[in-house]
């Protein structure tokens, strides 16, 4: 059973992670990302909705191939969008999203990056709706949406580094997206 291939943009910035790191992959689906960083050794939390993709990933848990790295996979299902936050007080080393937007966890998918640690984010921009799906507004961002994100507020010091950011088309499926890779700054 093999999920997929990972993201090219996890796969260009994933040798930022310290090793072993923890990573928690929001909205994980059936893991194409939490299998391939375990097998790289890293201690993964899986986060779902969908307990039959849930059930891949705990699959991909007992493969010979993370076993042997040293890595971990924790399965936590939870709805991220209907029910309260799911990993209250816990930080990790990165936090990885890719084709995901729900703006209401925003604070806490930021507040989960432990000092010096990573977020990489990748979803759907606007110019989408007009070649496919996903359509809805909502799940859409709007340009330098998701750079804003890390940007201080007037006034602040700097919480985060932007190492990358990307809003832009991409083709092979074709798509439009934003992907940003942050470093959270240590306090002070």
Do not use: N
């Amino acid at each position: 059973m093999h999920p997929g291939a990972p993201s090219d943009w996890l796969l260009r910035w994933a040798h930022l992670l310290p090793a072993p790191a923890t990573v928690l992959d929001l909205a994980c689906g059936r893991g194409r990302h939490a299998g391939w960083l375990a097998a790289r050794g890293h201690r993964v939390t899986a986060v779902d909705r969908d307990a039959a993709a849930l059930a891949e990933v705990a699959a991909l848990a007992g493969t010979p191939e993370i076993a042997a790295a040293g890595g971990a996979l924790e399965i936590v299902q939870a709805d991220l969008e209907a029910g309260p936050w799911p990993l209250p007080g816990r930080r990790f080393d990165a936090v990885l999203v890719t084709h995901y937007l729900w703006r209401a966890l925003r604070e806490a998918e930021l507040a989960a990056v432990t000092p010096g640690g990573w977020l990489i984010h990748e979803t759907f921009a606007d110019g989408q709706q007009a070649i496919g799906r996903p359509s809805r507004p909502e799940f859409l961002l709007q340009p330098g949406e998701l750079l804003a994100w890390l940007q201080p507020a007037p006034g602040a010091a700097p919480a985060w580094r932007v190492v990358a950011f990307e809003d832009a088309f991409f083709t092979a499926p074709d798509r439009f997206m934003q992907r940003i890779v942050g470093q959270r700054l240590a306090a002070g």
